[in-house]
């Protein structure tokens, strides 16, 4: 640890150190991360958004700076400025750490030791040696840059830091962010930093950002000058002939006053340069300061692909995916998504009760390009007894019952689904319980084994994509496993998010997203175990989550289940 009077020192013993606002000694100057060009410079005038969060970081006051904001928005680079500024002009213990070992590693390579290398402020005070910069560590004649993840790391445990720079919290583990307040106690002038996109209304990100100041950009209107918020709903896209915007094509932002601020180069500079924070909360906690912005503001992004974007998502939604609308908000918008309190409602229910009966012959049912039938079966396993319920796709989203019921074999499940035409790689399974014996029974009918997860969303790599967020994820399961037949025969797995899954449910059930619906002949039973659960806020902990209400809830299961073998195989999306 550096006493504080060490610090002076090794402070005074640093030549030249330089008194300018950080983005004075910044702009021009220090290079880009590898997601720039090699010879760029970090420029001031391209994101001016920057200069009072970088004032908040030399600004002993503030303590903790959030920053709520949109993906592709520029949320990372000002936070590496700092960085590198503070590697020669404020050297301490720092931390950058991140949601998990992957991304530590990608921040790392991609983001961290290039900025250091390209800043003429911090690379001469890198250590070269091979073993001074490793993934996790990167050590300067003045101080040491430690990298972590925080899904796996001790390094929250471990070692105090001056310095936390802390991104995609969204990811980190419960508790975390207290973590880090604690661990800084031991510096008088600590300073944390937490920069990432949001993902629940009312998780600890959000708080945190809901704790501090709450800036918004607000910039004055062309015309008369008065200040206008730069937010999602005050964007117009749809026009019409009598509103006079005829001559203006694409989406504007409309004042008060009736002037149109269409998307021009001349705007969007306006915007970002005659522009300025806004605090939003009267009674901020005593030194946070949190920012929160949107794509609009980046002149890079265009207003009308935020609106096809915009429009594609509610498409999906009616069709069936509330996924991209989720993202949307939260990577676009930079907005956390609403969690809603959603009721068991028997009438709300009820609604969705078809003109069919189970079994029924559909002439609307889908056919994928390959020629198989969107016709799907999920099965929730229990001691003695499968339940499980058959769903078919159409076009558009709708979708329809076609039978439920319990057998108590893997042959009779496989007998059901044969007689209802599922094709065995759309009968999916839950393997929370006699996990073995579901994986064999997989292995041997060609079958999907399945397991929900208690997260909000799994970050995967899509070959062609890049790394998308989303409620799924394929994996593969063992049915040898520890016996001597093991690594023989794989099958697949598919995990998913409990939580967002019973939310996309609940949107199905309510009839908001695409157009679900039941058999006419449904009995109480299954309509007693499609209202099994219930979201609303724990009592302790005032956290809204989902509760069972009822003790059974099997072909609600299947329900969710057969949601994510439906999105999984493409027939969601299409
Ligand atoms: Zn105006």
Redesign the pocket.
């Known amino acids: 640890m550096i006493l504080p009077e060490h610090r002076e020192a090794l402070l005074a013993a640093i030549p030249n150190r330089d008194s300018r606002p950080i983005w004075a000694i910044a702009d021009g100057r220090y290079g880009m991360d590898r997601t720039r060009p090699a010879g760029e410079r970090w420029q001031l005038s391209r994101t001016p958004w920057w200069k009072q969060p970088l004032d908040d970081f030399r600004d002993d006051n503030v303590r903790e700076i959030v920053i709520m904001a949109g993906s592709q928005c520029s949320k990372t680079a000002g936070m590496l400025v700092a960085l590198a500024w503070a590697v020669k002009n404020c050297p301490a213990p720092m931390l950058w750490i991140t949601g998990n070992d992957d991304l530590a590693k990608d921040a790392s390579q991609e983001r961290v030791t290039p900025t250091l290398e390209r800043c003429p402020d911090s690379a001469p005070l890198l250590l070269n040696n091979r073993l001074d910069k490793t993934t996790w560590k990167i050590r300067c004649k003045t101080c040491t840059v430690d990298i972590a993840g925080a899904q796996s790391s001790t390094a929250l445990e471990q070692n105090p830091y001056r310095f936390v720079f802390g991104d995609e919290v969204r990811q980190w583990p419960t508790g975390s962010l207290q973590k880090v307040e604690k661990r800084q106690r031991s510096f008088g002038d600590a300073k944390r930093c937490f920069f990432s996109t949001p993902m629940l209304k009312g998780d600890e990100f959000h708080q945190r950002y809901l704790a501090g100041t709450q800036c918004e950009w607000v910039w004055p209107?062309?015309?008369?000058?008065?200040e206008?918020k730069l937010e999602w709903k005050a964007l117009v896209y749809e026009h019409t002939a009598s509103d006079g915007m005829d001559a203006i094509a694409g989406p504007v932002i409309r004042?008060?006053?009736?002037?149109y601020h269409p998307d021009s180069p001349t705007i969007r500079r306006h915007i970002i340069e005659r522009g300025h924070w806004q605090a939003q909360n009267p009674s901020p906690q005593v030194g946070v300061v949190s920012y929160h912005w949107n794509a609009l503001l980046p002149p890079w992004v265009r207003w009308a692909d935020l609106v096809a974007e915009w429009k594609q998502a509610n498409d999906h939604l009616k069709r069936g995916n509330p996924e991209p609308l989720k993202v949307f908000v939260c990577e676009t918008l930079g907005e956390p998504w609403e969690e809603r309190e959603i009721e068991a409602d028997p009438k709300a229910l009820n609604d969705r009760r078809g003109e069919y009966d189970r079994g029924d012959a559909w002439e609307g049912l889908l056919t994928r390009a390959d020629g198989a039938a969107a016709r799907f079966l999920a099965a929730d396993v229990q001691q003695d007894v499968i339940y499980w319920r058959c769903r078919l796709f159409g076009k558009d989203g709708e979708s329809r019952g076609h039978g439920w019921g319990r057998c108590f074999t893997f042959a009779e499940l496989d007998t059901e689904a044969k007689r209802l035409g599922v094709p065995p790689y759309f009968v999916g399974v839950d393997s929370g319980y006699r996990t073995t014996e579901v994986y064999r029974a997989c292995a041997q009918y060609g079958w999907k084994a399945m397991k929900g997860e208690d997260k909000q969303e799994f970050i995967v790599d899509e070959p062609g994509v890049g790394r998308v967020r989303r409620c799924w994820n394929r994996s593969q399961a063992d049915p040898h496993a520890g016996t001597a037949q093991a690594g023989r025969v794989i099958v697949p797995l598919y995990l998913f998010a409990d939580a967002a899954m019973q939310d996309m449910l609940a949107l199905h059930m309510a009839g908001k997203a695409g157009s679900w619906s039941y058999e006419r002949d449904a009995g109480s039973d299954y309509v007693a175990q499609l209202l099994s659960e219930e979201k609303r806020p724990d009592p302790k902990t005032g956290k809204v989550e989902w509760h069972r209400i009822r003790r059974a809830n099997h072909l609600r299961d299947c329900e969710k289940m057969v949601l994510v073998l439906a999105i999984a195989s493409g027939v969601l999306r299409a």
């Open positions: 209107c062309m015309k008369c000058g008065a206008n004042c008060s006053c009736g002037v």
